[in-house]
């Protein structure tokens, strides 16, 4: 099965081509400001070096967030665009579960992603011989209020993200036994691992974004009294 992955969630924009679980070629653009003008040319670029088209495709999978509103809005409407025009089937995946494939240490994962100011979009997952199982929800934290929920787990925890690299000390002065992985940049080879697992598990994720809190835009309207959709 051939796999186009393609990653905007974050500063990196990283596009990959997979034959099921083996990275043919990965492409990552490291520009946080121009997701929108690199995303065509880099999926050319991939597909030109491994000389295939969108049409040998037979899956598509697409970061759906949380990250950057806008990387992860660039990423799902191109995905979908290739889903409406060519009919190639797609799936959208966590950034928070992606980021789990960047280890390969059994046990209690916890994915963190910085969110500023001390937050972090929080995942815990088990990961037990290359399959990954979501614990509880996904969601938006403080990093003060993600150490009650993970000192209720005995085992090892293994962290990993930008939010684990960044919260290090802090999370190994409260957490026993942590664990931290080398790779925290998110990957279109991780998330096209997660993707391939998921479609071979004969699940439909929806490739809609997930935010997990409002936009600056929203907060800022919020504040001033307002709603983005108009007062009711």
């Given at each position: 099965?051939?796999?186009?992955?393609?990653?905007?969630?974050?500063?990196?924009?990283?596009?990959?081509?997979?034959?099921?679980?083996?990275c043919?070629?990965?492409?990552?653009?490291?520009?946080?400001?121009n997701?929108?003008?690199?995303?065509?040319?880099?999926?050319?670029?991939?597909?030109?070096?491994?000389?295939?088209?969108?049409?040998?495709?037979?899956?598509?999978?697409?970061?759906?967030?949380p990250?950057?509103?806008?990387?992860?809005?660039?990423?799902?409407?191109t995905?979908?665009?290739?889903?409406?025009?060519l009919?190639?089937?797609?799936?959208g995946?966590?950034?928070?579960?992606?980021l789990?494939?960047?280890?390969?240490?059994?046990g209690?994962?916890?994915?963190?992603?910085?969110?500023?100011?001390?937050n972090?979009?929080?995942?815990?997952?088990?990961?037990?011989?290359?399959?990954?199982?979501?614990?509880?929800?996904?969601?938006?934290?403080?990093?003060n209020?993600i150490i009650?929920?993970l000192n209720?787990?005995?085992?090892?925890?293994?962290?990993?993200?930008?939010g684990?690299?960044?919260?290090?000390n802090?999370?190994?002065?409260?957490?026993?036994?942590?664990?931290?992985?080398?790779?925290?940049?998110?990957?279109?080879?991780?998330?096209?691992?997660?993707?391939?697992?998921?479609?071979?598990?004969?699940?439909?994720n929806?490739?809609?974004?997930?935010?997990?809190r409002?936009?600056?835009a929203?907060?800022?309207?919020?504040?001033?009294?307002?709603?983005?959709?108009?007062?009711?």
């Amino acid at each position: 099965m051939k796999i186009l992955s393609i990653d905007t969630a974050s500063n990196l924009c990283t596009v990959a081509i997979l034959e099921n679980e083996t990275c043919l070629k990965e492409i990552i653009v490291d520009d946080s400001r121009n997701h929108s003008e690199k995303i065509m040319p880099v999926i050319e670029q991939v597909l030109s070096d491994t000389q295939l088209s969108l049409k040998d495709m037979d899956l598509i999978v697409c970061d759906k967030g949380p990250g950057s509103f806008t990387g992860i809005r660039i990423g799902v409407g191109t995905v979908l665009a290739f889903r409406d025009s060519l009919h190639i089937e797609c799936i959208g995946i966590s950034s928070l579960e992606a980021l789990v494939y960047n280890t390969n240490t059994n046990g209690i994962v916890c994915s963190l992603i910085d969110a500023k100011n001390d937050n972090v979009y929080f995942g815990l997952f088990d990961f037990e011989d290359g399959q990954v199982t979501q614990i509880g929800n996904l969601e938006f934290k403080n990093i003060n209020e993600i150490i009650p929920i993970l000192n209720r787990y005995v085992s090892p925890i293994t962290f990993v993200g930008d939010g684990a690299e960044i919260h290090k000390n802090f999370l190994q002065d409260n957490i026993k036994n942590s664990i931290f992985c080398d790779k925290n940049n998110l990957s279109s080879i991780s998330l096209g691992i997660a993707g391939y697992k998921t479609y071979k598990k004969g699940i439909q994720n929806s490739i809609m974004p997930l935010y997990l809190r409002k936009s600056q835009a929203e907060r800022a309207l919020e504040e001033k009294g307002g709603s983005i959709h108009g007062n009711h």
